[in-house]
């Protein structure tokens, strides 16, 4: 009983002892929201409820952002707010969070499970413990494309490996770059991978993750050979192992200078004027104007017919620090933007990141695409899509097969290692990982 007395005192639903639910300043830290005004944008309609509690919001680079947040719940003067991500961030971070299930439950009642997507709600559980309140779900597994450049060239999206080759080919004679990928950050490799594998055979990608099938499977080793070709061929841009997704990958493909890129969902509020009018100033390049991006399917690589297979987790969520001082003011702000219509509302219309909260959709009445005639229905037909995704994305992974994730297809690119090899010191990692 003196068990459960303290640790009902820890959850945060304590207001003697974690402050006001209603005033005073929070600290939020996080790697997103990447564009500053879109935070500002939440936590200016938050205000709007909740006048008297002030939100800090510190952008921590991704590349930075475990090493500056392990320091920070380390020591007394962390941030009250944090992001959270399924997989490595969740089993790090974690054990810092209080548990937020008795804060959903109040939210939105007793089967407040029911009510958020699944998907988001395993992702961000950690023994039992709920670490953050899933603020909403991303998915990955296709491309995006310059509709424009496509249209200049006469060129259609790759459906197959030799239709992407011969697109980069034409691409590459009229001086305009094809695809581009930050393959120095293990994420995007990672999604690079996974949408391979699914080509080779769906679903085993996920069943290594699970462990019930090996890094060195045959679809592995096939899939590393794959990637390998990617570079030879020339689809992956010269110079693409030293460089970051973020900002370097995306700025190039923003301001028209590559024609595709592999990014996820949350690249949807690209596709609207107002996001990419701000990206491309945040580029600081001169005379860049807006243009129509399209998601198109990963194309099938393997040739054996596999149609694309999608992917995700809970985007980010939001965990409350159990060392902060201002526990209940922290609860409030993760309780408005994760399970509340207004909150999610908000979410949804930026388009970056799609809403957990089952029942919220974009409000498209007040969303302006670059081109609607063109991009509403690849738009519409990509958010519908995602809806029966069941994949996981990055949930299963703990950070050392992730990094030995990157280690392979690094070495595989680089020329370091054949494929075979490269999977078997991947096995052999993530046999060491499970055994620790």
């Given at each position: 009983?003196?068990?459960?007395?303290?640790a009902?005192?820890?959850?945060?639903?304590?207001?003697?002892?974690?402050?006001?639910?209603?005033?005073?300043?929070?600290?939020?830290?996080?790697?997103?929201?990447?564009?500053?005004q879109?935070a500002?944008?939440?936590?200016?309609?938050?205000n709007?409820?909740?006048?008297d509690i002030?939100?800090?919001?510190k952008?921590?680079?991704?590349?930075?952002?475990?090493?500056t947040?392990?320091?920070?719940?380390?020591?007394?003067?962390?941030?009250?707010?944090?992001d959270?991500?399924?997989?490595a961030?969740?089993?790090?971070?974690?054990?810092?969070?209080?548990?937020m299930a008795p804060v959903a439950k109040?939210a939105?009642?007793?089967d407040?499970k029911?009510k958020?997507?699944?998907?988001?709600?395993s992702?961000?559980?950690l023994k039992?413990k709920?670490?953050a309140?899933?603020?909403?779900?991303?998915?990955?597994?296709?491309?995006?494309i310059n509709s424009?450049?496509?249209?200049k060239?006469?060129?259609?999206?790759?459906?197959?490996?030799?239709?992407?080759?011969?697109?980069?080919q034409v691409?590459?004679?009229n001086?305009?770059?094809?695809?581009?990928q930050?393959?120095?950050q293990?994420?995007?490799d990672?999604?690079t991978?996974?949408?391979?594998s699914n080509?080779?055979?769906?679903?085993?990608?996920?069943?290594?993750?699970?462990?019930k099938?090996k890094w060195?499977d045959?679809?592995?080793?096939k899939t590393l050979?794959i990637?390998k070709?990617?570079?030879?061929?020339?689809?992956m841009?010269s110079g693409a192992?030293?460089?970051?997704q973020y900002?370097d990958?995306?700025?190039?493909?923003?301001?028209?200078?590559?024609?595709?890129i592999?990014?996820?969902?949350w690249?949807?509020q690209?596709?609207t004027e107002k996001?990419?009018?701000?990206?491309?100033?945040a580029?600081?390049v001169?005379?860049a104007?807006?243009?129509p991006i399209?998601?198109v399917?990963?194309?099938d690589?393997?040739?054996?017919?596999?149609?694309?297979e999608?992917?995700?987790?809970?985007d980010?969520g939001?965990?409350?620090?159990?060392?902060?001082?201002?526990r209940?003011?922290?609860?409030?702000f993760a309780?408005?933007?994760a399970?509340t219509?207004?909150?999610?509302?908000?979410?949804?219309?930026r388009?970056?990141t799609?809403?957990t909260l089952?029942?919220?959709?974009?409000d498209?009445?007040?969303?302006?695409?670059?081109?609607p005639s063109?991009?509403?229905?690849?738009v519409?037909?990509?958010l519908?899509?995602?809806g029966s995704?069941?994949?996981p994305?990055?949930?299963?992974l703990?950070?050392?097969?992730?990094?030995?994730?990157?280690?392979?297809?690094?070495?595989?690119a680089g020329?370091?290692?054949?494929?075979?090899?490269?999977?078997?010191t991947?096995?052999?990692?993530?046999?060491?990982?499970?055994?620790?």
């Open positions: 009983m003196t068990a459960l007395g303290l009902a005192c820890s959850s945060g639903s304590n207001q003697a002892s974690s402050g006001s639910a209603t005033k005073g300043t929070i600290n939020w830290w996080g790697w997103t929201p990447t564009n500053s879109e500002k944008d939440f936590i200016a309609e938050f709007k409820k909740y006048p002030k939100v800090n919001f952008l921590i680079d991704i590349t930075s952002y475990d090493a947040i392990r320091a920070a719940l380390a020591s007394s003067g962390g941030p009250d707010l944090f959270l991500q399924p997989g961030r969740v089993q790090q971070f974690g054990p810092y969070a209080e548990d109040a939105l009642g007793s407040w029911s958020i997507a699944p998907i988001a709600i992702g961000m559980t039992g709920l670490t309140l899933p603020v909403g779900s991303t998915y990955a597994g296709m491309l995006w424009q450049l496509f249209d060239y006469n060129l259609k999206p790759p459906t197959t490996l030799d239709e992407w080759k011969k697109d980069c691409f590459k004679q001086g305009v770059g094809c695809f581009v930050g393959a120095a293990e994420g995007f990672q999604d991978l996974q949408s391979i080509s080779v055979e769906p679903g085993l990608w996920t069943k290594a993750s699970q462990g099938a060195n045959p679809t592995i080793v050979s990637w070709d990617l570079f030879d061929s020339g689809i841009q192992l030293g460089a970051q900002p990958a995306n700025n190039q493909f923003l301001t028209g200078k590559y024609a595709m592999m990014m996820g969902t690249y949807t690209y596709a996001a990419m009018t701000e990206a491309i100033s580029a600081g001169a005379g104007k807006t243009f399209l998601p399917a990963f194309p690589v393997a040739s054996k017919g596999h149609t694309s999608m992917y995700g987790d809970a980010y939001l965990a409350v620090a159990s060392k902060s001082k201002n209940a003011a922290a609860e409030t309780k408005w933007i399970t219509k207004q909150g999610q509302q908000v979410i949804a219309n388009l970056d799609l809403p089952k029942g919220i959709k974009p498209f009445t007040q969303i302006k695409f670059v081109d063109l991009q509403s229905t690849p519409n037909d990509l519908k899509k995602v995704v069941n994949e994305r990055e949930a299963l703990s950070a050392d097969v992730q990094n030995a994730i990157l280690a392979a297809a690094q070495s595989v020329g370091s290692a054949s494929p075979q090899q490269a999977a078997n991947l096995e052999q990692a993530a046999e060491a990982a499970a055994n620790q």
